[in-house]
């Protein structure tokens, strides 16, 4: 009886060994010896063989023994998609070695427009995606671990040896891939030990297979024929497998192969040579087949010979142990064992790299901005966040497994993943083969895709009620009936896998169509697709004189599209004169290259020119007419945008325009509702008073003759205020409108002053005292002599009217400077209030409103009329009363009539 | 029995003609001619009745108006607006803040008096 601790010393030393395998390979690769081994095709295709997992080691027998045939699938997908080689894998190795592309996220932000968004988006989902599958070969490990102590101890599992046996695993696995996928410092760089080791893997599990095969057939059975025999009675062969799963599961494998990170990790980043793609195309199949051969016998014997209730998925273990043969058994476990660790490593290896290069490099980058920045100190984080990711992403599949805790068929688990990351496909076929797909469509498709994968397939996995309530499986998601997760859109019947597969697939290309012929690509993008589709174009071709002059030709139709047509040609005669070339086409010389560069950068900028010259020199992967295309639109674009900028400048300046009057209308619309509100009552007030008493007048019987003569003498009054309202009004509408003709006549500013005071004295019974200073008046005016009286009537009135003083005063002093005049009338009232100072010339305005008759237009008038003869009328502050000056060219020139 | 009214005008004739058309039919005249403590007057005074002019020195009629109506005691004190303003916006306005009779300036001294006499007697039937 092998003990549990022998078993686990085999393990460590196969681990060492292992650990040699890749430090020597990893040690010749960095002295640059270009070993054959290493740089073989055959390494090459062992190392394809991480498809081959623990689920494939032992579960490809469990499902035989559980559904007959369909296991051939798992198998047959892989080989369609490598012997078509030609087609798809070519390339896609091809971009990713032109490109430098580092995963399948990478792989899919290059190709539209290095968008970030989308690694990130495709980073997340292949972490959803192969969490469980890193949680799988956890498990099968410490199933296996478990099956062994069983048999030790007598048939009773220990669960905890179970658990602890995958925890160590884990850790293990975590040491190892640090060790050996983290070596370089530089990220880019291939992993030839971790190659190495997974291509001796891929030996040790075709061996133990096939030697437990072997066993079986001749060992337990007795022979070929009678193995033959048991299979024919066995129901196996008679179960029926249902056609529609058998495609789905084929295409599910196919898809799997190509959109797996590990997958994409060996076969297009560990890539050395195109050429080991054509070994690989008839290699790998060969070694699938060799795989798959003795599962069925296995299965079939395994059904027979060992006790009803026995795991199917660990026949492979369990049968040589019921036979006693402990040392195929050893062999077989360290197949399974190699099947788990090799995928562990590469899959985390690969999910690191994205993790690392698209999510924790960008925050961090991020979060560095305006720190220093040495090149030496990003390298390290860079390796330091790549092995934190390595850490996580293994404990986040040992969570997994801690927390699953073992539940479900192998297969159950390893199909969820492959139909996560098959989600991939349309996003990425569509970017190597259609131009027209774009960011925004696969955007569109991989969230659709994703979303109703989780909700068919990865959250019923859990069961009812676990993420998913059992009233969502029965009712749909909300009660919604064709949201149920196992028959959308009331599609019911169909086998749970293949209506997941088929509906998120579906859905995804889908999505993925339409977004992409509603939305319009960036110009990277455009470029980037171009370069994807047009892949093998431009390259891979030897450069001859052919080649050369077609470059010149390129040269030349590019810079006629730049530079304009004269001027490029120009140009080149000038250049290839020069050369002394016949024609018109130079050899495209570096200095001549220079020069051109240093010409179309003045016309599209240093860093276009470069790029368009890199891409037709450097004969990588655009096309002239793709160059010319963007050169095109982007010419069209420049100006439409400088057109729109132009309109919409434009536009906005109407706009604002628009508004500006819109607002001086409303404004001037308020000030005539105001204005004629106030007429209104200025109008009516006296009217008032008119009809009442008119009305007295006529209807009382008995007014004795005194009270007769009053009420007519408020009519006689009121009457003479209408009039000299009409008056004014009409006096402002007139000056207002300059329909107003100045009568200009000479005359001494001291006679039309006494004229002026006689008429004030004469209309207002209130006295005022008058003090002037004749000896300044002398001043001789040639101006509309009527209208400055006016001015003056009205500001010696409203000094008579409002002086508030007991013994009011008016003084009135005038004074000449140059050619201007200026006359002050200071009273010794209260003066005018702050606020009131700004308003007092507009009409209407009336200040502390008792006990005035007058309507608020004087003010305004003398303003007018002022301004109509070329000066002001302006309140003085600080004089200690109420004080105006008046301000007045002597002449009155004709410009201001 | 002798009815009062206070008659809150800023204008001296108006004042002068309204007291004499209200003093021959026997009504007790009061007069105030500021706006700003007008509602405080009335509240003070206890008029049957108020005629009420809108453009007043310190305060409008309108303000006057709605003063009266939020004050419990002058809620629903029968109040004739005059004013010579004459948009029909006005009558909207002080019809909102709660006035019994609108007229516009110049009146007729019998509508004049006629409202008055409606105002108070709808207003003693109700009460």
């Known amino acids: 009886m092998t003990s549990l601790n022998v078993l686990i010393a085999v393990c460590l030393a196969y681990v060492a060994f292992l650990f040699g395998v890749a430090f020597a390979a990893e040690r010749a690769g960095v002295r640059g010896r270009t070993d054959w081994l290493l740089r073989s095709p055959l390494v090459y295709t062992l190392s394809l063989s991480i498809y081959c997992t623990a689920w494939t080691f032992y579960g490809a027998v469990g499902n035989a023994a559980r559904s007959g045939l369909e296991y051939v699938t798992i198998y047959l997908g892989p080989s369609l998609v490598i012997i078509g080689w030609w087609w798809i894998l070519r390339r896609l190795v091809r971009i990713g070695r032109s490109q430098k592309v580092t995963s399948v996220a990478d792989l899919i932000s290059s190709r539209y427009g290095k968008s970030n968004t989308l690694a990130i988006v495709v980073t997340v989902m292949a972490v959803i995606g192969v969490t469980p599958y890193i949680a799988l070969q956890l498990q099968s490990v410490a199933l296996s671990l478990s099956i062994f102590s069983s048999a030790e101890t007598g048939g009773v599992m ?29 990220a880019n760089e291939r992993h030839h030990g971790v190659v190495i080791a997974v291509a001796v893997e891929a030996v040790v599990k075709l061996v133990a297979l096939l030697a437990v095969g072997v066993f079986v057939v001749w060992g337990v059975a007795g022979g070929l024929s009678a193995t033959l025999e048991r299979i024919d009675a066995s129901a196996l062969g008679t179960w029926q497998t249902d056609g529609s799963r058998w495609a789905t599961l084929t295409l599910l494998s196919a898809t799997a192969f190509l959109c797996l990170p590990r997958m994409f990790q060996v076969m297009v980043v560990e890539n050395d040579d195109e050429r080991h793609l054509q070994v690989a ?69 690969a999910l690191s790299t994205m993790v690392s290069n698209h999510v924790v490099m960008p925050v961090f980058l991020y979060l560095r901005q305006g720190g220093a920045t040495q090149s030496g100190d990003v390298r390290n984080v860079v390796i330091l966040s790549r092995r934190l990711s390595i850490l996580g992403i293994i404990a986040l599949g040992y969570v997994y497994f801690e927390a699953s805790g073992g539940s479900g068929a192998l297969a159950a688990i390893g199909l969820i993943s492959f139909a996560g990351v098959a989600q991939f496909l349309p996003a990425m076929l569509g970017g190597l083969f259609w131009r027209g797909a774009t960011r925004v469509g696969a955007l569109a498709g991989l969230a659709i895709g994703f979303t109703v994968w989780m909700f068919t397939m990865l959250l019923p996995s859990f069961g009812p009620g676990a993420v998913l309530s059992a009233d969502t499986f029965e009712y749909g998601l909300m009660g919604i009936s064709w949201l149920r997760p196992q028959a959308l859109f009331g599609i019911a019947g169909m086998d749970p896998m293949v209506h997941a597969v088929f509906w998120s697939l579906s859905l995804n290309v889908l999505g993925f169509a339409v977004f992409s012929l509603v939305s319009f690509p960036l110009p990277l993008e455009r470029l980037q697709g ?245 000896l300044e008046e002398t001043i001789s005016l040639d101006t509309d002599l009527d209208r400055l009286a006016q001015v003056f009537i009205n500001l010696i009135t409203n000094a008579q009217k409002y002086c508030a003083s007991p013994t009011p005063e008016l003084r009135i002093e005038a004074a000449r400077q140059g050619e201007t005049v200026y006359i002050d009338f200071l009273d010794n009232g209260d003066g005018i209030p702050d606020d009131a100072r700004e308003v007092m010339f507009e009409k209407f305005s009336r200040i502390g409103a008792q006990d005035s008759n007058g309507a608020g237009l004087g003010l305004a008038i003398c303003r007018e009329i002022m301004v109509r003869l070329g000066g002001d009328v302006t309140y003085l502050d600080n004089t200690g009363g109420t004080a105006f000056r008046v301000i007045l060219p002597q002449k009155l020139a004709l410009a201001a009539q | 029995m002798s009815h009062h009214v206070l008659l809150v005008e800023d204008e001296t004739n108006i004042i002068e003609a309204i007291r004499f058309l209200l003093s021959r039919e026997g009504w007790q005249v009061d007069t105030h001619s500021n706006g700003t403590d007008a509602a405080e007057v009335i509240r003070n005074m206890k008029p049957d009745i108020v005629i009420l002019d809108v453009m007043l020195p310190g305060k409008s009629g309108f303000d006057i108006l709605e003063e009266l109506r939020a004050h419990e005691q002058t809620a629903d004190l029968p109040v004739l607006m005059l004013t010579a303003r004459g948009q029909s916006r006005d009558r909207e306005m002080a019809e909102k803040a709660g006035v019994s009779r609108f007229m516009t300036k110049p009146f007729s001294n019998t509508e004049v008096l006629n409202a008055v006499r409606d105002m108070l007697y709808v207003h003693r039937q109700q009460s």
Not at chain 1, 282 to 307: D, H, K, N, R, T
Not at chain 1, 666 to 693: N, V, Y
């Open chain 1, 158 to 186: 220990d669960p905890d040896a179970s658990t602890a046996g995958g925890f160590w695993i884990a850790v293990g696995l975590a040491l190892f891939t640090v060790l050996f996928g983290t070596r370089n410092l530089n």
């Open chain 1, 281 to 349: 195309s008839w290699a790998f199949p060969l070694y699938l087949m060799l795989m798959s051969l003795f599962v069925v016998p296995i299965a079939v014997i395994g059904l027979e010979v060992l006790p009803a209730g026995s795991n199917p998925d660990f026949f492979v273990l369990s049968l040589p142990l019921s036979e006693g043969r402990e040392g195929l058994a050893m062999l077989s476990f360290l197949g399974g064992f190699s099947s788990a660790t090799s995928m562990v490593i590469v899959a985390t290896l």
């Open chain 1, 530 to 774: 171009a370069q994807f589709v047009n892949v093998f174009d431009h390259s891979g071709q030897a450069r001859g004189w052919h080649a050369s002059f077609a470059e010149s030709e390129d040269l030349m139709i590019m810079a006629q599209r730049i530079l304009g047509s004269e001027e490029a040609r120009r140009l080149f005669e000038g250049e290839a004169r020069g050369q002394g070339m016949p024609g018109h086409l130079p050899e495209p010389t570096p200095d001549f290259l220079q020069k051109l560069e240093r010409e179309l950068a003045g016309s599209v900028g240093a860093a276009t020119a470069h790029a368009m010259i890199g891409q037709i020199v450097g004969g990588s992967a655009v096309s002239v007419q793709d160059l010319m295309a963007v050169a095109d639109e982007s010419a069209q674009m420049l100006e439409y945008s400088s057109q729109l900028e132009a309109k919409s400048l434009e536009l906005s300046d109407t706009a604002a325009e628009l508004r500006r009057t819109n607002d001086k209308l409303t404004q001037i619309s308020l000030q005539k509702d105001a204005f004629l509100s106030q007429i209104s009552h200025e109008l009516r007030t006296p009217m008032t008073s008119i009809r009442a008493f008119s009305e007295i007048l006529r209807d009382t019987d008995g007014l004795g003759p005194m009270e007769k003569i009053k009420y007519a003498s408020i009519i006689h009054t009121e009457a003479i205020r209408l009039t000299r309202l009409l008056d004014d009004l009409l006096d402002l509408s007139v000056l207002e409108n300059g329909q107003v003709t100045l009568n200009r006549q000479s005359g001494s500013l001291a006679d039309l002053l006494d004229q002026a005071i006689a008429t004030a004295q004469a209309s207002e019974a209130r006295r005022i005292t008058i003090r002037r200073r004749r």
